[in-house]
């Protein structure tokens, strides 16, 4: 972050694309699926389920158990709140904890726009019947703001919703930058509307973070592109190329420890311990020890959301 604000600093006028990891990111951010305030955003939701705040949690399409960057709370979270409803397309370890499942299509299965990085919207068919009772999102979100009677609080556009082209039609009405976006521009335009989507200014960067000891190593904490995800899991064809789960080490730390690549070591942090496969790599820096997440190895259980970093002692095996 402090790299891009120098950029921007000598370049005022440049435009940054976030790199954001899933499709449709910006459509759903832009379109107002984002906290009012940092005490309503994902973390703050699942600190009030865990201290028993929240009656009712919706899940939508989101795997707290293994999408959370701290999995202590993410367990209390689910545990804390008096009901759970998860809205998914294939059984996780958070659904078998909720207490109603719905069944969601999945991409191919299901008709609308989606929304890319630079804000230009494209509509996109359904290819694939959807089977049993899976239903587009719409569709079950228009159906929980009945059975849930918050109808009231929605734009009179969204309240009679009836199909797809409502839902376009109402986000046109309705959000900042897409009045353009309609169905007779989508279909007039094929390679998509470009809508003013609004930009935000970058989170402020984070220059300190305290020193460590020589008897630690910083932990550091990333996502690859293949990782336990659900939709991975199910996909066969993808599924095994989640790296999976090691701690990497410079090839001198490793040599100070007495290790090798494949040699479990356990990595002893504040509130857990986590056993890895040594990965010696001369891209970490010394100090460090690097761990992609989500690939096993309970390496989330190190972490603590609440700190600005995690040390960890490495214990040989």
Known sequence: MAALEAVLAE?????????????NVVGALSVGMAPVAPDHDGLATLRAAADGKLELLILLGADPLNDCPDVHLARRALGGARRVISIDTHPSESTQLADVVLAAAAYGEKRGTTTNLEGRVSTLADKVTTTGTARPDWMIAAELAVMLDVE???????????????????????????????????????????????????????????????YDHRLVVSRKLYDRAVGTAMSHSIAQLAPGAGAHLHPLDADVLGVHTGDDVQ??????????????????????????????GAVEDLIDNEAAITDVKIEVL
Do not use: C, M, Y
């Open 267 to 296: 990595l002893i942090g504040e509130k857990a311990t986590a056993i890895l496969p040594v990965v010696t790599d001369p891209a970490v820096p010394r100090g460090i020890v690097w761990a992609p997440f989500n690939q096993g």
């Open 11 to 23: 370049r005022p006028n440049a435009k940054v694309l976030p790199a954001l990891r899933r499709g």
């Open 152 to 214: 009231g609080g929605l734009p009179a556009t969204l309240r009679t919703v009836a199909s797809v082209d409502d839902v376009t039609a109402a986000i046109a009405a309705e959000v900042p930058g897409f009045s353009g976006v309609t169905r007779d521009a989508l279909a007039a335009h094929p390679d998509g509307v470009l809508a003013d989507v609004v930009s935000a200014p970058p989170a402020p960067a984070v220059r300190r973070a305290g020193q460590r000891n020589s």
